[in-house]
């Protein structure tokens, strides 16, 4: 008797099938994002992202109480205002400063992540401040400058009660300031999810249409990673796990299963997955509609994150997904 006949026998029933299943998806391994726009009553549709909306901070407040299950959510502001410098992106009244304080304040339990980062408030639409001389297409970042308004982002996003803050800008050194910043003003209890291997991925572009975050000159790939480097993320991530990141990132997922997989077995720290706006609308496209297609190639990709290593996902299908796992 081969060990194949005896798999194969306890796949032919649904009961025993699910005694040998490896991998299981919770309800509560999701992170849902929202992009957060200024106003009242609004829910305006992205596009290129069918099913996600802008949506006014009192909107958010009513599609979380909707929300049966959800847990945590990351939230992005969608800003017109932007200037060089990003300069909205600290202001205590800013747009993800509201929401967080708006969503704390009625959902006291629910985890609130905010992204840190400068993409979606400059007007040139990187992810950090630019050189006043930017003679070199490959280093136009002006790094301590970035690193200043990081931690300046961060703090006012804690202040606004922010459980956990996600810099995502791939700047060096942006957890160890971030986290100082937290601590010298007595944010010690405020964690740091960092995006610590986030690949110059052609996948990011639903999101760019989400918050108009193209970059308006050059690319990112100076900062983001290349993907055809695996052991440079796991050095990124060794990096931040020194400078205090208490759960590091892998982003995006889909394409990047072995680089989650590498970084699940080599450190002890939790393990997040950020299931990105193309791999979201990669299968609204394929499914067209079919709900059930929709939810079966959701529940198999996410199912293939979690099997990877991830400890839990963030994704725009977090909704979704609680009602298809209850
Ligand atoms: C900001 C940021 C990006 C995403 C999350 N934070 C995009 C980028 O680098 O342009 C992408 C998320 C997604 O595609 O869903 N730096």
């Excluded at 990669?282 to 991830?310: F, H, P």
Aim: proline share 3%; charged share 30%; glycine share 8%.
């Amino acid at each position: 008797m081969s060990s194949g006949n005896l798999s194969r026998s306890i796949r032919r029933n649904r009961i025993t099938r699910d005694w040998i299943s490896q991998t299981e998806l919770r309800v509560k391994d999701f992170i849902l994002p929202y992009f957060v726009a200024e106003g009242e009553d609004i829910k305006r549709p992205i596009e290129s992202m069918p099913g996600v909306y802008h949506l006014s901070i009192d909107n958010v407040i009513k599609d979380i109480a909707e929300s049966e299950g959800l847990r945590a959510v990351l939230l992005f502001g969608v800003i017109d205002k932007k200037d060089e410098l990003g300069s909205e992106s600290y202001r205590a009244g800013g747009i993800v400063q509201k929401a967080a304080r708006a969503v704390k304040e009625k959902f006291s339990e629910l985890v609130v992540i905010t992204d840190v980062c400068l993409c979606g408030y400059t007007s040139h639409g990187h992810c950090g401040i630019i050189k006043a001389e930017r003679k070199n297409e490959n280093s136009f970042i002006d790094v301590r400058a970035t690193l200043k308004v990081l931690a300046r982002i961060a703090l006012s996003h804690a202040e606004a009660g922010a459980d956990l803050v996600a810099p995502s800008a791939m700047t060096d050194g942006q957890v160890g300031t971030i986290r100082e910043a937290l601590d010298k003003h007595g944010f010690t209890d405020t964690g740091i999810l960092a995006y610590s291997a986030k690949y110059a991925s052609n996948f990011y572009g639903p999101f760019r249409d989400a918050l108009n975050s193209a970059p308006r000159f050059g690319d990112r790939k100076a900062y983001q990673m290349d993907f055809r480097n695996p052991d440079e993320a796991l050095r990124e991530i060794e990096e931040d796990i020194s400078e205090g990141a208490d759960i590091v990132m892998i982003k995006p997922a889909l394409a990047y299963l072995d680089i989650l997989c590498r970084a699940k077995q080599k450190f002890n720290v939790p393990v997040a997955a950020y299931n990105v706006s193309g791999e979201y609308s990669m299968i609204k496209a394929m499914s067209g509609g079919d709900q059930e297609m929709e939810k079966n190639l959701a529940l198999e990709v996410l199912t293939s994150i979690k099997r990877a290593g991830a400890d839990f996902i963030i994704s725009y299908f977090g909704k979704e997904a609680a009602k298809w796992l209850k």
